[in-house]
T-cell receptor, first 112, second 114 residues
Framework: GENVEQHPSTLSVQEGDSAVIKCTYSDSASNYFPWYKQELGKRPQLIIDIRSNVGEKKDQRIAVTLNKTAKHFSLHITETQPEDSAVYFCAASRGGADGLTFGKGTHLIIQP | DSGVTQTPKHLITATGQRVTLRCSPRSGDLSVYWYQQSLDQGLQFLIQYYNGEERAKGNILERFSAQQFPDLHSELNLSSLELGDSALYFC?????????????FGPGTRLTVL
């Protein structure tokens, strides 16, 4: 089955700096790669996703890139703000009837 | 608010007992997914239902079962509970038929097994 590795497990950045979280996946049939943000005790919230026919997608301060050949994808957050502090999960899926396979999560800490 | 609802919010029970968790998907969504989130295992996919039928299975234990009813709500049944079953259980829903399955999560049910 699919295996998703996520790094780093903890990332501390100064407010205003950029943050990058990286994931690799194992199943070449995966074609959908969402990113979720989870605040303590709350539900995972979809913040951005990318499909396998696209190399990059941006939404304001958030961008995601996908390298299908290398089987890795990354989340980029620019101009970080205190409200960006949370745990971020990457995931992969073959779409259709598949559930999501999640990485272990990255605890992003924004230092004031 | 994602539009996905789950009840109860919290559940405390004893080892060996059986519990039922309930999920109502977003209006119009036919697919329901169940996930378990624990500190050691992370977020794990358990099972998916589409329009009343089981579609995909993940790391679901034999002691666990689920079903989706004609009104599309779903229930996850956990039996012979063990301490290690203590976790947050999320359901998510998505529209089926599209090539990709954006999933929207409910608020979760926190299960504590004593």
């Amino acid at each position: 089955g699919e295996n998703v590795e996520q790094h780093p497990s903890t990332l501390s950045v100064q407010e205003g700096d950029s943050a990058v979280i990286k994931c690799t996946y194992s199943d070449s049939a995966s074609n959908y790669f969402p990113w979720y943000k989870q605040e303590l005790g709350k539900r995972p919230q979809l913040i951005i996703d990318i499909r396998s026919n696209v190399g990059e997608k941006k939404d304001q301060r958030i961008a995601v890139t996908l390298n299908k050949t290398a089987k890795h994808f990354s989340l980029h957050i620019t101009e970080t703000q205190p409200e960006d502090s949370a745990v971020y999960f990457c995931a992969a899926s073959r779409g259709g009837a598949d559930g999501l396979t999640f990485g272990k999560g990255t605890h992003l800490i924004i230092q004031p | 608010d994602s539009g996905v609802t789950q009840t109860p919010k919290h559940l405390i029970t004893a080892t060996g007992q059986r519990v039922t968790l309930r999920c109502s998907p977003r209006s119009g969504d036919l697919s329901v997914y169940w996930y378990q989130q624990s500190l050691d295992q992370g977020l794990q996919f358990l099972i998916q239902y589409y329009n009343g039928e089981e579609r995909a299975k993940g790391n679901i234990l034999e002691r666990f079962s689920a079903q989706q009813f004609p009104d599309l709500h779903s229930e996850l049944n956990l039996s012979s509970l063990e301490l290690g079953d203590s976790a947050l259980y999320f359901c998510a829903s998505s529209q089926q038929g599209a090539p990709y399955n954006e999933q929207f999560f409910g608020p979760g049910t926190r299960l504590t097994v004593l």
